[in-house]
């Protein structure tokens, strides 16, 4: 079963500051993305990457980064970290066109106080 | 709009009873998905199914592409099937989620 691995499960960070969340595949899928999820607005896409060195800006991308090292990981930044950024995000790996299914993570729960 | 409308929003079964739960898109999108999620959860692919009719134990998924619709038939509903669930619709690599249907099977 394809894997995919998110840290932190929890975090607590305050206003301003820095905040990185990891996400790590072992299915070898070129596409990778971070949603988050929130009451009323369901999954919105964040960041997505078609590949190693690639990153692309989906939907709601104002306020985050992201960077994709390699094949496997993929980060999410917050570099000033607000409190509309509670929330719980997601990473999933994937490629909806080439017929192949969505793998998500666990999610991160994400507190900005 | 949205391009992604899932409905209803909500339903409530006794143990035993059938689910419908629709899902309709807009034309940019294809290569529909039901995606299940238990509260506090992450989501599990249940089907991928751009066509047509796909069927794995209770659930049932069909898609008619001309008609912008996909749908999801849950038979013989188990307190287990409690949860939310998601349609998601590609395009050009990138997958947008319905809200959600959020259903409750009381034993």
């Known amino acids: 079963e394809a894997a995919v691995t998110q840290s932190p499960r929890n975090k607590v960070a305050v206003t301003g500051g820095k905040v990185t969340l990891s996400c790590n595949q072992t299915?070898?899928?070129?596409?990778m993305y971070w949603y988050r999820q929130d009451t009323g607005h369901g999954l919105r896409l964040i960041h997505y990457?078609?590949?190693?060195?690639?990153?692309e800006k989906g939907d709601i991308p104002d306020g985050y980064k992201a960077s994709r090292p390699s094949q496997e990981n993929f980060s999410l930044i917050l570099e000033l970290a607000t409190p509309s950024q509670t929330s719980v995000y997601f990473c999933?790996?994937?490629?909806?066109?080439?017929?192949?299914?969505?793998?998500f993570g666990h999610g991160t729960k994400l507190s900005v106080l | 709009g949205q391009q992604v409308q899932q409905s209803p929003a909500s339903l409530v079964l006794q143990e035993g009873e059938n689910a419908e739960l629709q899902c309709n898109f807009s034309?940019?999108?294809?290569?529909m998905q039901w995606f299940y999620q238990r509260p506090g959860g992450s989501l599990v692919s249940l089907f991928y199914n751009p066509s047509g009719t796909k069927q794995s134990g209770r659930l049932t998924s069909t898609t008619v592409i001309k008609e912008r619709r996909s749908s999801l038939h849950i038979s013989s509903s188990q307190t287990t099937d409690s949860g939310t669930y998601l349609c998601a619709g590609a395009n050009t690599g990138k997958l947008t989620f319905g809200h959600g249907t959020i259903l409750r099977v009381h034993p």
């Open positions: 999933a790996s994937g490629d909806p066109i080439s017929n192949e299914r969505l793998f």
């Open positions: 990457s078609y590949g190693a060195g690639s990153t």
């Open positions: 299915n070898n899928h070129n596409n």
């Open positions: 034309t940019s999108l294809n290569s």
